[in-house]
Nanobody, 123 residues
Framework: VQLQASGGGLVQAGGSLRLSCAASGRTFAYYGMGWFRQAPGKEREFVAATSWSGSNTDYSDSVRGRFTISRDNAKNTVYLQMNNLKPEDTALYYC?????????????????WGQGTLVTVSS
């Protein structure tokens, strides 16, 4: 099982990026998926999550209204559209597959993780 995250990069404040996380090795169509991030010297924090169908999503307060999580089960891929980026969004972004079909906010509810993709937002 592998999760390949991509789409990170350097962007100016106010700009946009779209992260992708492609899963391989098995289907994750019946499991929740999510994005977390970790800035230098900080703990991994929840960003966004989606249920297996995509009908339920959840966001951290710091990104709600700016980020959108979506998924394409046919492609075994989850996306994170990030708009109006801020310097405080700078972090290594990880995607994960949850143990259940729900949109989970806690890292311990995930059992598969990608390698991370770096997002740097300059002021």
């Amino acid at each position: 099982v592998q999760l390949q995250a991509s789409g990170g990069g350097l962007v100016q404040a106010g700009g946009s990026l779209r992260l992708s996380c492609a899963a391989s090795g098995r289907t994750f169509a019946y499991y929740g998926m999510g994005w977390f991030r970790q800035a230098p010297g900080k703990e991994r924090e929840f960003v966004a999550a989606t249920s297996w169908s995509g009908s339920n999503t959840d966001y951290s307060d710091s990104v709600r209204g700016r980020f959108t999580i979506s998924r394409d089960n046919a492609k075994n891929t989850v996306y994170l559209q990030m708009n109006n980026l801020k310097p405080e969004d700078t972090a290594l972004y990880y995607c994960g597959v949850a143990r259940s079909g729900w949109a989970q906010k806690v890292p311990s509810e995930y059992n598969y993780w990608g390698q991370g993709t770096l997002v740097t937002v300059s002021s």
